[in-house]
């Protein structure tokens, strides 16, 4: 079997069936622990140093609490026989006799009994023997209610719960019980939301997380130690992608980089002159460019590709941003240093020009239920309108730069903007609270996560470092490889789950990393100038669209030879140049 | 040329002579006695909104320096250089800082500078 340091003779080593074989070398791909464990199974088991018996090809799993755990997956699985037999063949009980009657007790209703045998287990700790004893009266204090038994249910708390001396304030919410049970939706103890007693099965779980783990074991231990494994495998994986593929338990899960978009499926060739900014709408089916050319385009996304709906005209200065409402009906787009316009997006048509006096708008952001617009102006404040052009309010001193992003997290509380040149200022606008994200280096751009946790922020270094801004503000990762020197150049998050970072870069390179790993994973090439920004469809994990200096947008996708079309050229790219 | 990540500084600036650009304050003007081919330059702690050439080892007045050119990102013209490293001892504290060639920036009030007819062969100094 080609295997590695296993010295063992033939003889000591059991035959397998011709079945197993198969299994073996069916997606096995001599990866180390999972094919060789299958066979060791049949070895002669390892004596660790602490005299237990461990099994194993790294021995560090003790042969006597894996028998166990196999033995509750096969009595979870339904497989009684299976499991009984398996004690007996092994000599290794799953429970001790004594807990076998505490659990017969517990089901059983017999209070007084399981509290004995509780005692009479071996716990050491006495607040364990507490709180499980605690558990169990509540129990019995339950029933007694549920059968209208009051004088024994009071007597029970009384006699029997109180001088436990624990939980006291759980105790005076029991005894309000008794005065309103129809009342008593308990808030503070979620898991007792109405006054009747829960299950028996249910105290047994409760108890067994209480109990250690050597007295019971942990329902759906096996299960829980295999998904921690998959989990992390999967976590692992650097191309993973796609939703459909499957983890299989026979090898340890490893994509191929084909799931991720890295050809050219569409080049589309209308804007006159740079293409600044890059936005897929929340639901991935319209994607928004602004230019240098002072428009903005609306492009259609649907099955054929993706098509020009509208261009939209109007603003006097190039586009330094644009901004989808949150049902994706309207756009923002923002001017450098001038007017923020409101488009409708199934007509073209502009329903509002927001200006100040004398000033000029930087940037450009919602707010989640579409009622409130929010803007970052050249004096370096933020304002926040109506949708008909009334300037609500105005966060003054120093909150934005010129060249700041501007983002509201989708519960409306927070703005975020680059208040200096080395700091993102997070502004919870309900509580009036700040926080700064401070980084060594000047910050050039940022872009924020779907679930709002985290915030991709671009160093004039040309470092791309990820911030969890959740809780405390920590710096999580960072990305390098691309280049920035001179332009402000943009990066996203997408893919499966948001775990890809993308990003422009000046060389004209699309970049993509694998957030988790921070190991970059394609650097593609087609641009012809600098890529200015990127953006990957949130509705589709397979499609990235990156804008450069080069006037042209290209749509990345999987290669897949699916639909040829008319207009083809030779090479497989489609090319869009506005004309129907 | 896509779309310029430009700093904007506060106070008395020098800019760019060709396209205005900010470059550094005044108040970080670590020396005035410096000179470049082209006459007069200035010794800044921090310069902004440049882009930096290829290593390269020059010798120079006061010895052997480790520099890179620097380019105003807007219109690309060179304007002065940054010492990365310096061999001499004595010349370490002019690592990470950058000299500005007065010929090449607009100062504070605007005023430019025009090349001296006596210009040195070298460039460098601070101290002899």
Redesign the interface.
């Known amino acids: 079997m080609g295997g590695v340091g296993d010295d063992e003779p033939a003889s000591k080593r059991m035959k397998l069936s011709s079945e197993e074989l198969r299994h073996l070398s069916n997606g096995s791909t001599l990866k180390e622990p999972i094919v060789r464990s299958t066979r060791d199974l049949m070895a002669r088991p390892l004596q660790s140093e602490g005299g237990e018996e461990v099994f194993g090809p790294k021995g560090i799993i003790k042969k006597v609490e894996f028998v166990r755990i196999i033995a509750k997956a096969l009595f979870s699985l339904g497989y009684v026989k299976s499991g009984a037999h398996l004690e007996e063949e092994s000599g290794i009980a799953l429970h001790s006799s004594l807990v076998n009657v505490f659990m017969k007790q517990i089901l059983e209703g017999d209070w007084e009994g399981s509290v004995v045998t509780l005692n009479n287990i071996g716990l050491t700790d006495e607040m364990t023997i507490k709180s499980a004893c605690f558990l169990i009266l509540e129990q019995k204090y339950f029933e007694f209610l549920d059968e209208e038994k009051v004088t024994d249910a009071l007597k029970t708390l009384r006699t029997e719960i109180s001088p436990l001396c624990i939980n006291d304030s759980r105790v005076r919410e029991l005894s309000l019980f008794i005065v309103s049970p129809s009342r008593c939706f308990s808030v503070q103890s979620p898991k007792q939301d109405t006054s009747r007693a829960r299950s028996r099965t249910k105290l047994l779980e409760e108890l067994q997380k209480l109990l250690p783990p050597t007295v019971m074991v942990p329902e759906r231990r096996l299960e829980h130690l295999v998904e921690q494994a998959l989990v992390l495998q999967r976590d692992a994986c650097m191309f993973h992608n796609s939703l459909y593929k499957e983890i299989s338990l026979y090898a340890d899960h490893q994509c191929a980089r084909d799931q991720i978009p890295s050809y050219a499926l569409q080049i589309l060739q209308v804007h006159t002159d740079?293409i600044?900014s890059l936005q897929f709408s929340h639901n991935g089916k319209y994607l928004a460019s602004s230019s240098?050319d002072c428009s903005t385009i609306i492009w259609e996304v649907d099955a054929n590709g993706v098509s020009l709906k509208h261009k939209l005209s109007g603003h006097q200065k190039?586009l330094?941003s644009v901004s989808w409402s949150p049902n994706d009906h309207q756009l923002l787009t923002c001017g450098v240093e001038e007017v923020v316009r409101r488009w409708d997006v199934s007509s073209g048509e502009c329903l509002h020009v927001y200006k100040k006096a004398g000033l000029g708008m930087v940037s450009c952001g919602w707010s989640p239920d579409g009622n409130w617009i929010f803007s970052g102006v050249n004096d370096k404040s933020i304002s926040m309108w109506e949708l008909d052009g009334k300037e609500l309010e105005c966060w003054k001193g120093q909150r934005t730069?010129?060249?700041s992003d501007l983002e509201i997290t989708s519960d409306g509380k927070h703005i975020i903007s680059i208040c200096r040149?080395t700091a993102i200022l997070l502004l919870d606008r309900e509580a009036k609270v700040e926080r700064f994200i401070e980084e060594d280096q000047?910050i050039?751009s940022f872009s924020l996560s779907r679930d709002n946790r985290f915030l991709l922020v671009n160093l004039?270094n040309q470092e791309i470092h990820l911030w969890s801004i959740e809780g405390d503000l920590k710096l999580v990762s960072k990305y390098r490889g691309h280049k920035r020197?001179?332009?402000?150049?943009k990066s996203c998050f997408g893919g499966l789950k948001e775990a890809f970072i993308a990003s422009g870069s000046?060389d004209s390179l699309v970049y993509i990393w694998h957030r988790g790993t921070g190991e970059l994973i394609e650097a593609l090439p087609g641009h012809s100038?600098?890529v200015?920004c990127v953006s990957w469809s949130p509705a589709n994990p397979h499609m990235l669209a990156s804008a450069s200096?080069d006037r042209t947008i290209r749509i990345w996708g999987l290669n897949k030879p699916s639909t040829k079309k008319k207009d083809t050229h030779s090479n497989g790219i489609h090319h869009c140049n506005g004309s129907t | 040329?896509?779309?310029?990540?430009?700093?904007?500084l506060e106070g008395k600036v020098y800019s760019c002579k060709h396209c205005k650009i900010h470059l550094a304050l005044v108040d970080d003007i670590v020396s005035k006695s410096f000179q470049s081919r082209h006459g007069k330059a200035y010794l800044f702690s921090k310069v902004?909104n440049v882009?930096?050439g290829e290593k390269e080892d020059r010798m120079m007045m006061t010895g052997l320096h480790t520099v890179v050119d620097i380019f105003c990102?807007g219109c690309g013209s060179i304007v002065g250089w940054k010492y990365e490293f310096a061999h001499e001892k004595g010349q370490k504290y002019k690592e990470g800082k950058s000299v500005l060639e007065r010929f090449k920036v607009s100062g504070p009030d605007g005023s430019h500078y025009w090349v001296s007819h006596e210009t040195h062969g070298g460039s460098d100094a601070d101290d002899v």
């Open positions: 740079e600044w240098n190039p330094s730069l010129k060249i040149e000047t050039t004039l020197t001179r332009l402000i150049i000046e100038g600098a200015n200096d | 040329m896509g779309r310029l990540f430009v700093v904007n902004v882009s930096a990102i």
